[in-house]
């Protein structure tokens, strides 16, 4: 495809004005290699500047009331629901994702997300009573989102909405990979009422930028969603500084199908969740759960399902699987995979051959089973295409092996039961659990246990994540 020009970009956002500047960063498209937009690469200084931008323009945005934040998020909903088409085509081009996972996961949902916290902006109290004392609800600061690149406009729309619907002012950095929807967000941004100064944008090197915003003395907040690695480090930082960090972090969910689960329909949903964006959600569920007795049959329909998907080209509206977003990701998928086949895992749908036809960053659906308990790939999150199936022997086995990892960022429980799956699912030290299949929530909290992060995002709790609260007594 021929890249937009509006997709090559050598600018940062800095209170309200596009500065050009002399680096920049190419972006590729994963599913041809193709260049398709660029990036400034932003620097340390730019850091100081933009965070001084942010700092001015929160003494006027921080005192607004939550019915003028609502009125400039509802303008934000407009202005990027008439480039939705746009955000559509650069969510593919940079992310790899396929039409209807761009269109539905990443680009309608970001916007849902605005358009709640535009609700939530308007319907939330800034002040309470209790006792003899007013509680004021105030904004916290400045607030730093660093983003990774499998949902880059959806973690953006969690982060920036939330923060504005606070009162807080932002600095975004985009994943070095997918900066495109970002600007494009800040496009939309520039054509509200928003003053000049609340959005900030500053693309380029997560090892330079991240530091420089976690630890400057005037970010109050460092939303940070990306690996377990590099949120140990943002969390440290922020700990020196006694700054609040929320982090979303890595996952390794389960999904637990107890006895009396209907398999046609739990398996399949499962083996499509653990592929949704090619694989790369943190919170999808990479292991299925299955009683000992209905193993067999369980890895057979998972097989079925993961060979069923149509792996190829992400513009095509028949394609399941896109490519993974770069040769070094999709490296380590196959190493992942080749390991647990070394160690005695089976290969029941895909593995680690190449697909004949493709040449991106592409890896087949893949089905693993026969993997002893504990198997780094049971337990150590992949980020790709990869499911393994698990048997247990009884219910509190199958409780004890979901929670056999390191990490509790979401997981599922399947039953012709409905309260039984409760009871499961209220057993879990995870973040969030489906039952049933039962739909994405932009209103519950997201956010994990353990390793998977602190904090949570999305709906009111999300939002008092940017809050801080002042007692006066009267």
């Known amino acids: 495809m021929t890249a937009p020009q509006n997709w090559m970009r050598d600018t940062v956002l800095i209170g309200g004005r596009w500065e050009p500047r002399s680096t920049t960063t190419d972006v590729e498209n994963p599913a041809t290699g193709e260049i398709v937009g660029r990036a400034a690469s932003a620097t340390v200084a730019d850091v100081n500047l933009a965070v001084a931008a942010a700092v001015a323009a929160g003494v006027g945005w921080g005192r607004t009331t939550g019915k003028q934040r609502s009125a400039a998020l509802e303008e934000l909903v407009t202005a990027l629901r008439d480039r939705r088409d746009e955000l559509v085509a650069a969510t593919i081009a940079e992310v790899g994702a396929p039409i209807t996972v761009a269109e539905e996961a990443h680009v309608d949902l970001a916007i849902e997300i605005i358009e709640s916290f535009a609700v939530i ?44 619907a606070a009162g807080c002012t932002t600095v975004l950095k985009p994943a070095e990979l997918t900066p495109i929807t970002t600007y494009l967000f800040c496009d939309a941004v520039l054509e509200t009422s928003l003053p000049a100064g609340v ?156 697909i004949p036809g493709l040449d991106g960053h592409y890896v087949r659906a893949t089905v693993l089973c026969g993997i002893e308990r504990g198997d780094p790939v049971t337990t150590e999150e992949i980020f790709g295409p990869v499911l393994v199936v698990e048997a247990y022997e009884d219910e509190d086995d199958a409780v004890t092996l979901a929670n056999a990892t390191d990490y509790g960022l979401a997981g599922a429980v399947w039953s012709a039961d409905a309260e039984a799956a409760l009871e499961i699912a209220a057993r879990l030290d995870t973040g969030q659990v489906d039952i049933n299949g039962a739909l994405f929530n932009p209103l519950a909290p997201f956010g994990g246990w353990k390793l998977s992060g602190l904090g949570r995002e999305l709906g009111v709790i999300g939002f008092e994540e940017f809050t801080e609260w002042t007692s006066v007594q009267m």
């Open 121 to 164: 902006a308007r319907d939330t109290p800034l002040r309470e009573r209790t006792g003899n004392s007013v509680l004021l609800r105030r904004p916290a600061g400045v607030v730093a989102c660093i983003t990774p690149w499998n949902y880059p406009l959806y973690q953006l729309a969690a982060k920036v909405g939330a923060a504005l």
């Open 199 to 354: 959005v900030n944008l500053l693309p380029g090197s997560g090892t330079v930028l991240g530091p420089a915003l976690t630890e400057h003395p005037d970010v109050a907040v460092v939303s940070f969603t990306g690996s377990t690695t590099v949120g140990r480090q943002v969390g440290r930082s922020a700990g020196e500084l006694i700054k609040r960090a929320c982090l979303e972090l890595g996952g390794k969910s389960a999904s637990v199908l107890l006895a009396d689960a209907d398999f046609e329909v739990a398996v399949p949903a499962t083996v499509d969740a653990a592929m949704l964006n090619s694989g790369q959600t943190c919170s999808a569920w990479t292991r299925l759960l299955v009683p000992q007795e209905r193993y067999d049959e369980a890895v057979t329909l998972a097989a079925m399902r993961a060979d069923a998907l149509v792996v190829g080209d992400p513009t095509h509206r028949s394609t399941d699987l896109g490519p993974l977003v770069s040769h070094k990701q999709r490296l380590s998928v196959l190493a992942a995979v080749d390991g647990a086949i070394e160690r005695g895992a089976r290969v029941a749908a895909g593995g680690s051959d190449p």
